[in-house]
Nanobody
Framework: QVQLMESGGGSVQAGGSLRLSCTAS?????MGWFRQAPGKARERIGI????????DYANSMKGRFTVSLDNSKNTLYLQMNSLKPEDTAMYYC???????????????????WGQGTQVTVSS
């Protein structure tokens, strides 16, 4: 069982930045960030293959969002810049239990989830 805890959410004006953290009880080979806005499906931001540090971003997330990790702290980060009101959502950290040769992009492939941290962007 992997436990994940997000932090760093809050309210910010459009154009601002936030850095979210996800502290994990252990890393798995596939971890990532997702978000869910009210009334919408949970969508992928970026998935990191922790074995090599390679990151796969959703096309719509490229440019303003950066996923990184600190192995010494068992912490995953999400740096968000130039935030827009449409970025308002609950942000979740996730981890996949098993390794099958790749890190899938689908949210259904991820077994462990944090409780989420709310990000609200005002115009």
């Amino acid at each position: 069982q992997v436990q994940l805890m997000e932090s760093g959410g809050g309210s910010v004006q459009a154009g601002g930045s936030l850095r979210l953290s996800c502290t994990a009880s252990a890393f798995t080979l596939c971890m990532g960030w997702f978000r869910q806005a009210p009334g919408k499906a949970r969508e992928r931001i970026g998935i990191i293959y922790t074995g090599a540090g390679t990151i796969d971003y959703a096309n719509s997330m490229k440019g303003r969002f950066t996923v990184s990790l600190d192995n010494s702290k068992n912490t995953l980060y999400l740096q968000m810049n130039s935030l827009k009101p449409e970025d308002t959502a609950m942000y979740y950290c996730a981890a996949r239990r098993m390794w099958h040769g790749r890190c899938p992009p689908e949210r259904s492939a991820y077994d462990y989830w944090g409780q989420g941290t709310q990000v609200t962007v005002s115009s």
